[in-house]
């Protein structure tokens, strides 16, 4: 694909698409015995929003992005991302959409520990094989200015990911979930690990560098809710089970999240 | 990509890469050796005898005479009456005969007593004849024709003097002193027993074993029967042939020994060869067996195919061992790995990528110790090419590997993919459900 095409892909989409998620009836349990964890009627969220999504432990929020991801695939409903039925897409489909179109970055154990970090970046590169790189040339300059960007060093390129710092590896977990210059990005407790300062300053690289994309980050520390501009916690989605508790949280004014 | 995923992989566990592999490698190494002999076993014994159709001796079993004739292996069965070589030399049916005198050594190398004729009809390979790289055949009765190996590992040249011992051990007390012999010609290289045999006259034997010494009686006679080309005047045959003849003026079939151990028979047709057998071993006057060469190495063949089978399956039960191993190693490593899994599916992986990943790392960890086991095998094979044909007559041609080397290799390949499997399908089901929560 030269790159004009793939220019006129990238407009299309961005033409065309306004709603980067649709959930709708959307449940989901282990088991078939087991009483769904998530019952989620509808959930949506346009394109470009910075969400932040909390709730305690073992409320069911990994769950929810493991969905989002296709890691998981919902017991019933239906999940819409960037306006393509995510949910009923094949598994290979899934997988593809995934590597091309969604950036995730973990609380830690981000990387694999073995590769370099261009490795670590490339491996996003190739199983996205998305054609926005013609060569290794053009993955490494867009590496290098991802990691500039992410105020890393490029001497870090080639240094294995176990030797870096956690704050080394959150960036360049960044930078691997931003090289496929994906629409959507999910972020799951990524500053845990990190001191106050630490966390202050991965922030606001994150907002800047993630600037065009959706964003839902992830975290049960209700303190990141004030880098955010939009919130809701999964108590909230998951009205139908009966979690009206979280139902006083501030997310409730932001018009876009409806909750059944 | 992927085979870098695979090769980083391995360097992370490189203990047990390292070990595994080492595993694999003995177990291939121990297959192809195993193959590589049974192959050049054949190669060489196949080759070293040709165009021979009847060999002659003492009864024993046939195997005991075609091994202790033509491969210097094993003792030597006791000798023939040479009136009974006689009587063969006038029978019709046969073309020309090698009379052999065997038993005796020098510094650990047989020596053979023979005549001219030996050097003009013994062929091995592909009915190749003997030459000589340097000097000529027997030109008085205490001459010595010695084998390249000889040569050079005794450092040996033509007009050197050398004493046989009696016997076949390594070290003799019993030297022929009195008798010296005096290497007349050196044989180029056959890579065959030939290599490393001494051919003296029988005439010289007989002397050396009575100790008279008659030797310089020498018998002559017109040289044009017992010539023998050097490599050179194979090539300028015609050009040279006034030269040929000029350092053989010694007829040594003229001598009549009283007994010799074995004679090698070449017939006029080899239709014939059965009915010559069967009446050799009918003979009334001495007690005589003749054997087929080609059958006494069937014979050979069919004993040693069992023992072939044997160890080609033990090799080959190793090779299974060291490569479950393998997939054993691959299968302890899941649970660690499994935060690498879910960060391969997140980013993209398939969960059959993922058992594609394993099986790469397996094929890898085979391929190395695929080509780790041909270099060792080959630098071990050097290594023990003197042991080997000093010991067990067992001369190493090239190429070591073949076609079944090749094979084996596949299969081991075949074998390393279908283990691999049950890790590899590990991979995929964790895969399947690897996500943010399980990493």
Redesign the interface.
């Known amino acids: 694909m030269d790159l004009s095409e793939k220019k006129q892909r990238v407009q299309h989409r961005e033409v065309e698409c306004t709603t980067a998620i649709e959930v709708t009836n959307l449940q989901f349990a282990y088991s078939k015995k087991s009483k769904p964890i998530l019952d989620i009627k509808k959930w949506q969220i346009p394109k470009g929003e910075h969400i932040f999504l909390s709730g305690p432990s073992g409320s069911g929020k990994s769950t929810l992005l493991n969905l989002l991801c296709g890691t998981l695939t919902p017991s019933k409903g239906k999940i819409s991302l960037l306006e393509q039925p995510f949910s009923s897409l094949s598994n290979r489909q899934r997988d593809t959409f995934r590597a091309r179109n969604i950036g995730v970055v973990f609380q830690q154990f981000n990387l694999i520990p073995y590769l370099s970090v261009a490795q670590n970046i490339n491996a996003a590169v190739y199983f996205a094989n998305n054609g926005n790189f013609k060569n290794t040339k053009e993955v490494t300059a867009a590496t290098y200015q991802l990691l500039n960007r992410l105020q890393l060093s490029d001497s870090l390129l080639h240094a294995k990911a176990d030797t870096l710092s956690i704050g080394q590896q959150q960036r360049v977990a960044i930078a691997r979930a931003l090289i496929n210059d994906p629409q959507l990005l999910i972020i799951d407790e990524p500053t845990s690990a990190l001191d106050t300062d630490a966390r202050d300053s991965f922030m606001s690289l994150l907002k800047d560098v993630a600037a065009d994309s959706t964003m839902i980050f992830v975290s049960h520390d209700e303190a990141m809710k004030s880098y955010f501009e939009h919130h809701c916690s999964i108590s909230q989605l998951n009205g139908s089970l009966g979690n009206s508790a979280s139902s006083s949280s501030k997310d409730t004014t932001n018009p876009m999240q409806e909750r059944a | 990509?992927?085979s870098?995923?695979a090769i980083?992989?391995l360097?992370?566990r490189k203990a047990t890469a390292i070990l595994t592999i080492l595993s694999i490698t003995i177990s291939i190494s121990l297959l192809l050796c195993v193959d590589i002999v049974r192959n050049q076993v054949k190669t060489s014994f196949t080759r070293t005898v040709s165009g021979v159709d009847l060999i002659v001796g003492a009864p024993s079993g046939q195997l005991n005479l075609l091994l202790s004739s033509v491969f210097n292996i094993g003792t030597p069965t006791k000798g023939i009456d040479y009136k009974s070589v006689e009587s063969l030399k006038t029978n019709n049916q046969v073309s020309w005969l090698i009379p052999l005198s065997l038993g005796d050594t020098h510094r650990g190398f047989r020596v053979v007593g023979t005549t001219n004729s030996f050097f003009e009809h013994f062929k091995y390979g592909d009915m190749q004849h003997l030459a000589l790289s340097a000097g000529g055949v027997f030109n008085q009765p205490l001459s010595a024709v010695i084998g390249s190996d000889i040569a050079s590992k005794l450092g040996y040249g033509v007009g050197d003097e050398m004493v046989i011992s009696h016997g076949l051990g390594n070290v003799s007390f019993n030297n022929h002193d009195k008798h010296p012999f005096v290497v007349s010609g050196v044989l180029e290289k056959t890579g065959t027993p030939v290599d490393k045999a001494v051919y003296v006259t029988l005439q010289g034997l007989q002397e050396a074993h009575s100790g008279s010494q008659q030797a310089t009686a020498s018998i002559v006679r017109k040289p044009a029967d017992n010539h023998i080309k050097t490599s050179d005047e194979h090539e300028h045959e015609h050009e040279h042939e006034h030269d040929e003849l000029t350092q053989v003026n010694y007829d040594s079939d003229a001598f009549t020994p009283q007994s010799v151990s074995v004679v090698m028979l070449g017939l006029k047709s080899r239709i014939t060869a059965l009915q010559l057998q069967y009446q050799i071993n009918q003979s009334k006057k001495e007690p005589l067996m003749a054997i087929l060469p080609g059958m006494a190495l069937a014979e050979l063949w069919q004993i040693m195919g069992n023992i072939e089978a044997l160890l080609l399956g033990l090799s080959g039960l190793i090779v299974i061992c060291a490569l479950i191993g393998l997939a054993t190693m691959l299968l302890a490593t899941m649970r660690e790995r499994y935060?690498?899994i879910a960060?391969?599916?997140?980013?993209?992986?398939?969960?059959f990528?993922l058992l594609l990943l394993v099986q790469i790392e397996a094929m890898l960890l085979t391929i190395i110790s695929a080509v780790l086991s041909i270099g060792l095998v080959g630098a071990l094979m050097n290594a023990l090419k003197p042991w080997l044909s000093g010991t067990y007559g067992l001369f190493l041609s090239s190429p070591l590997f073949g076609k079944s080397s090749a094979i084996i290799i596949l299969l081991i390949l075949s074998c390393t993919y279908l283990v691999s499997l049950f890790p590899a399908i590990t991979a995929y089901k964790r895969g399947l459900?690897?996500?943010?929560?399980q990493?």
């Open positions: 990509m992927l870098t995923i980083e992989s360097k992370r935060q690498e960060i391969l599916r997140t980013i993209g992986a398939r969960p990528t459900h690897a996500g943010l929560s990493h």
